[in-house]
C-alpha cells in the first residue's frame, strides 16, 4: 500500500474541502478502498475519515419517504422494520450481498460507490482503461465471464457489481450530497451513473470534494409484492451473475405498476422504460413475460464468455415475474 | 492512538497503513486472529468490534482509535473457555485450526444479530427468522475453513444457540457412494 495523509473529518463541510484536492478520496467503511488500496489499484495521497460524522440515522420523512444517512452500515439497513415493512426488495438485495462481517462495515454511500470486480481492473499487470485510461481493455477478447452485456463501450465492459444499488434503482433511490462549495444536490440514482463511453474511469457524476450525505426512498409503493433474485456461482458469498429487483402491483391478474431493475447486465443498475411499458396494462402471462425480456435484451451483446447471461436473464427475469405477479 | 483490546488499554503509535489486523498481530503480540486472504474473502482475521464482528483485515488501526475491540484471546482463555471455543473443541469443530478464531469471534457476532432479530438470505421471513442448519451456513458464509470441518461447525454453533444436535441423516445402503 502506498502511504497517504490521514484526517478524520471534524464537519462534512470540512470533509468535503479536505477531499477536494486532488488525490484525496473518502473512506468510510474501507471494505472495497482498502482492498483495492492494497493491490494499489487506487493510491491516494490522502485519506479523509468520514466515519465520526453524524450521518448514520435513518429518518421516516413527511412524505412517507425514508431517509437513510450515508453512514448507516448494510446490515443496519437490511435490519431496519420500517425497510422491511416498505421496501423489502432493499432488504433482500442487502442481505444477498457480501457477508455479515462485511455487511456490518459496508455503508450506503460507500455500497453505491464499490468499483467493478473485473480480474483485469484488479490485474495491475494487464491493461484496463477503467484503472489506466488508455492503456486499452483486457476484458474485450478477454476473459469477461462476469462482464457485461449492455450499456458497454469499446473502452469498457465492465458491471457495477452492487446488489444494494439495483433495489435502489427499482425504488427510485434519489442521492443526497454535499459539495466543496458548500451547494446539496439531489441526484435521482437514474442519473447517478455515467456510461463507460470514451472515460470509464468517471464512473459517476460526483464532483471532486462531493460527499454523498444521505440516500432518500419515496413513499412505499402500496400493494405492492417486491423480489431480489440473484444468480451466482454458489448459494452464498458471491457476486451477481444477473439479478433481479422487482416491485409489482397486479390489479387481479393484470399488471397495474411494475418497476424492474438488473443486475450483472451493465455498468449501472440497468433499468429500461420498455421492460415495464411491457407489462403494464396487460395480463399476467408467460407470453407477456416473454415481450418484457425481449425488451430487455433487445440491444444485449456478449463478449465470448459471458454470452450465457442472456438466456439466463432471460430465465430468470421470467421466473422473477412469475412469482411477482403469481402467475 | 489508543483501543481497548480484551478489557486491556493499549496505546501505540502506528503506520497510518497499519490493518486492525496487523496491528494486533504484529504489534501488540494478540497472534489469534489470522491472516487468510487479507482482502476480507475468507473471515479468518474476523474480531469484534464495539460488539460487531467484522473482518480486521479491511479496516485501519487509526480509524479505530478509542474503540472496544475483542479477540480470540479475549473470548476466553484455557481453563476457562467462552461456551462457543467449548463447542468447537467437544465437536470438533476444526482440523488444522487456521481458520477457528474467526469462526469462533464470528459464531459469537453472529448469534448476537440472530438474538437481535436480524433475517438472513436464507430467512423466508424477514421478521421472524428462526435460526436452523440452512441459517446458521448462510449467516456463516463469510467464514471459509479449507479443510471443510463446516458440519462440526454447524454442531458447536447449535449447541450453543440450544438448537440441539442435528437429526441424523440415514442414506439407504445403495444410496452410499452413489
Ligand atoms: C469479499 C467481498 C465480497 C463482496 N460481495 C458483495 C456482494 O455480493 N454484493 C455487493 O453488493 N457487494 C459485495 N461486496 C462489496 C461491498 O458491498 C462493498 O465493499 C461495500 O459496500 C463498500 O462500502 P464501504 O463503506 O466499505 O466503502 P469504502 O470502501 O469506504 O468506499 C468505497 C468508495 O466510496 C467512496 N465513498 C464512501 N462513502 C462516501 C460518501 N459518503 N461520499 C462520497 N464518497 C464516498 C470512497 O471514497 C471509495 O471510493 C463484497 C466485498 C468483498 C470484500
Ligand atoms: S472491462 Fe473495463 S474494467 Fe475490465 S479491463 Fe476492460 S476497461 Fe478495465
Ligand atoms: S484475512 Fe481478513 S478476511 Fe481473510
Ligand atoms: S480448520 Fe483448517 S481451515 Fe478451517
Given at each position: 500500500m502506498k502511504t497517504f495523509q490521514y484526517e478524520r473529518a471534524a464537519s462534512a463541510e470540512t470533509a468535503t474541502t479536505d477531499a477536494a484536492t486532488p488525490g484525496a478520496k473518502f473512506i468510510a467503511g474501507g471494505t472495497n478502498l482498502l482492498d483495492l488500496m492494497k493491490l494499489q489499484i487506487e493510491t491516494p495521497g490522502k485519506l479523509v475519515d468520514i466515519?465520526?460524522?453524524?450521518?448514520g440515522d435513518i429518518e421516516s420523512r413527511d412524505d412517507g419517504g425514508l431517509t437513510i444517512g450515508t453512514l448507516v452500515p448494510n446490515s443496519d439497513l437490511a435490519a431496519e422494520p420500517r425497510v422491511i415493512e416498505g421496501y423489502e426488495v432493499l432488504s433482500r438485495a442487502l442481505l444477498a450481498g457480501a457477508s455479515g462481517q462485511l455487511r456490518n462495515k459496508a455503508t450506503t454511500g460507500g455500497n453505491l460507490l464499490q468499483r467493478t470486480r473485473c480480474y483485469y481492473f484488479y490485474d495491475t499487470a494487464t491493461p484496463c482503461n477503467k484503472r489506466e485510461p488508455g492503456s486499452g481493455c483486457s476484458a474485450i477478447g478477454g476473459f469477461n465471464r462476469i462482464l457485461a452485456v449492455l450499456g458497454t463501450s469499446d473502452k469498457c465492459i465492465a458491471t457495477h457489481p452492487s446488489d444494494m444499488a439495483v433495489a435502489m434503482r427499482a425504488l427510485d433511490a434519489t442521492i443526497v450530497t454535499l459539495k466543496a462549495d458548500g451547494d446539496r444536490r439531489r441526484i435521482a440514482i437514474a442519473d447517478f451513473y455515467r456510461l463507460p463511453g470514451e472515460t470509464p474511469e468517471i464512473e459517476t457524476v460526483l464532483e471532486p470534494g462531493e460527499l454523498i450525505t444521505a440516500v432518500e426512498l419515496p413513499k412505499p409503493v402500496e400493494g405492492a409484492r417486491h423480489l431480489y433474485r440473484k444468480v451466482r456461482d454458489r448459494a452464498s458469498y458471491a457476486f451477481a451473475l444477473v439479478s433481479v429487483a422487482g416491485v409489482v402491483v397486479m390489479d387481479g391478474t393484470t399488471v397495474k405498476s411494475a418497476a424492474l431493475a438488473f443486475g450483472g447486465l451493465g455498468p449501472m443498475p440497468w433499468r429500461n422504460p420498455a421492460v415495464e411499458a411491457a407489462l403494464v396494462g396487460k395480463e399476467a402471462s408467460d407470453a407477456t413475460f416473454a415481450a418484457a425480456a425481449d425488451a430487455l435484451l433487445a440491444d444485449a451483446r456478449g463478449f465470448g464468455s459471458n454470452d450465457f447471461k442472456i438466456p439466463l436473464m432471460r430465465r430468470t427475469l421470467i421466473a422473477s415475474l412469475r412469482e411477482l405477479t403469481g402467475a | 492512538m489508543q483501543w481497548t483490546i480484551n478489557g486491556q488499554r493499549y496505546v501505540a503509535e502506528v503506520d497510518v497503513r497499519t490493518s486492525l489486523l496487523d496491528l494486533a498481530r504484529e504489534h501488540l503480540g494478540l497472534t489469534g486472529s489470522k491472516k487468510?486472504?487479507?482482502?476480507?474473502?475468507?473471515?479468518?482475521c474476523t474480531m469484534l468490534v464495539n460488539g460487531r464482528r467484522v473482518n480486521s483485515c479491511l479496516t485501519l488501526a487509526v480509524m479505530h482509535d478509542g474503540d472496544e475491540i475483542m479477540t480470540i484471546e479475549g473470548l476466553g482463555?484455557?481453563?476457562?473457555?467462552?461456551a462457543m471455543q467449548s463447542a468447537f473443541v467437544k465437536h470438533d469443530g476444526y482440523q488444522c485450526g487456521y481458520c477457528t478464531p474467526g469462526q469462533i469471534c464470528s459464531a459469537v457476532g453472529m448469534l448476537d444479530e440472530a438474538k437481535k432479530g436480524w433475517a438472513s438470505h436464507?430467512?423466508?421471513s424477514l421478521t421472524d427468522a428462526e435460526l436452523n442448519d440452512a441459517e446458521i451456513s448462510e449467516r456463516m458464509s463469510g467464514n471459509i475453513c479449507r479443510c471443510a470441518a463446516y458440519p462440526n461447525i454447524v454442531d458447536a454453533i447449535r449447541e450453543v444457540a440450544g438448537?440441539?444436535?442435528?437429526e441424523p441423516v440415514l442414506v439407504a445402503a445403495g444410496e452410499v457412494g452413489a
Amino acid at each position: 500500500m502506498k502511504t497517504f495523509q490521514y484526517e478524520r473529518a471534524a464537519s462534512a463541510e470540512t470533509a468535503t474541502t479536505d477531499a477536494a484536492t486532488p488525490g484525496a478520496k473518502f473512506i468510510a467503511g474501507g471494505t472495497n478502498l482498502l482492498d483495492l488500496m492494497k493491490l494499489q489499484i487506487e493510491t491516494p495521497g490522502k485519506l479523509v475519515d468520514i466515519t465520526r460524522l453524524p450521518l448514520g440515522d435513518i429518518e421516516s420523512r413527511d412524505d412517507g419517504g425514508l431517509t437513510i444517512g450515508t453512514l448507516v452500515p448494510n446490515s443496519d439497513l437490511a435490519a431496519e422494520p420500517r425497510v422491511i415493512e416498505g421496501y423489502e426488495v432493499l432488504s433482500r438485495a442487502l442481505l444477498a450481498g457480501a457477508s455479515g462481517q462485511l455487511r456490518n462495515k459496508a455503508t450506503t454511500g460507500g455500497n453505491l460507490l464499490q468499483r467493478t470486480r473485473c480480474y483485469y481492473f484488479y490485474d495491475t499487470a494487464t491493461p484496463c482503461n477503467k484503472r489506466e485510461p488508455g492503456s486499452g481493455c483486457s476484458a474485450i477478447g478477454g476473459f469477461n465471464r462476469i462482464l457485461a452485456v449492455l450499456g458497454t463501450s469499446d473502452k469498457c465492459i465492465a458491471t457495477h457489481p452492487s446488489d444494494m444499488a439495483v433495489a435502489m434503482r427499482a425504488l427510485d433511490a434519489t442521492i443526497v450530497t454535499l459539495k466543496a462549495d458548500g451547494d446539496r444536490r439531489r441526484i435521482a440514482i437514474a442519473d447517478f451513473y455515467r456510461l463507460p463511453g470514451e472515460t470509464p474511469e468517471i464512473e459517476t457524476v460526483l464532483e471532486p470534494g462531493e460527499l454523498i450525505t444521505a440516500v432518500e426512498l419515496p413513499k412505499p409503493v402500496e400493494g405492492a409484492r417486491h423480489l431480489y433474485r440473484k444468480v451466482r456461482d454458489r448459494a452464498s458469498y458471491a457476486f451477481a451473475l444477473v439479478s433481479v429487483a422487482g416491485v409489482v402491483v397486479m390489479d387481479g391478474t393484470t399488471v397495474k405498476s411494475a418497476a424492474l431493475a438488473f443486475g450483472g447486465l451493465g455498468p449501472m443498475p440497468w433499468r429500461n422504460p420498455a421492460v415495464e411499458a411491457a407489462l403494464v396494462g396487460k395480463e399476467a402471462s408467460d407470453a407477456t413475460f416473454a415481450a418484457a425480456a425481449d425488451a430487455l435484451l433487445a440491444d444485449a451483446r456478449g463478449f465470448g464468455s459471458n454470452d450465457f447471461k442472456i438466456p439466463l436473464m432471460r430465465r430468470t427475469l421470467i421466473a422473477s415475474l412469475r412469482e411477482l405477479t403469481g402467475a | 492512538m489508543q483501543w481497548t483490546i480484551n478489557g486491556q488499554r493499549y496505546v501505540a503509535e502506528v503506520d497510518v497503513r497499519t490493518s486492525l489486523l496487523d496491528l494486533a498481530r504484529e504489534h501488540l503480540g494478540l497472534t489469534g486472529s489470522k491472516k487468510g486472504c487479507d482482502h476480507g474473502q475468507c473471515g479468518a482475521c474476523t474480531m469484534l468490534v464495539n460488539g460487531r464482528r467484522v473482518n480486521s483485515c479491511l479496516t485501519l488501526a487509526v480509524m479505530h482509535d478509542g474503540d472496544e475491540i475483542m479477540t480470540i484471546e479475549g473470548l476466553g482463555q484455557v481453563g476457562n473457555l467462552h461456551a462457543m471455543q467449548s463447542a468447537f473443541v467437544k465437536h470438533d469443530g476444526y482440523q488444522c485450526g487456521y481458520c477457528t478464531p474467526g469462526q469462533i469471534c464470528s459464531a459469537v457476532g453472529m448469534l448476537d444479530e440472530a438474538k437481535k432479530g436480524w433475517a438472513s438470505h436464507a430467512s423466508a421471513s424477514l421478521t421472524d427468522a428462526e435460526l436452523n442448519d440452512a441459517e446458521i451456513s448462510e449467516r456463516m458464509s463469510g467464514n471459509i475453513c479449507r479443510c471443510a470441518a463446516y458440519p462440526n461447525i454447524v454442531d458447536a454453533i447449535r449447541e450453543v444457540a440450544g438448537l440441539g444436535d442435528r437429526e441424523p441423516v440415514l442414506v439407504a445402503a445403495g444410496e452410499v457412494g452413489a
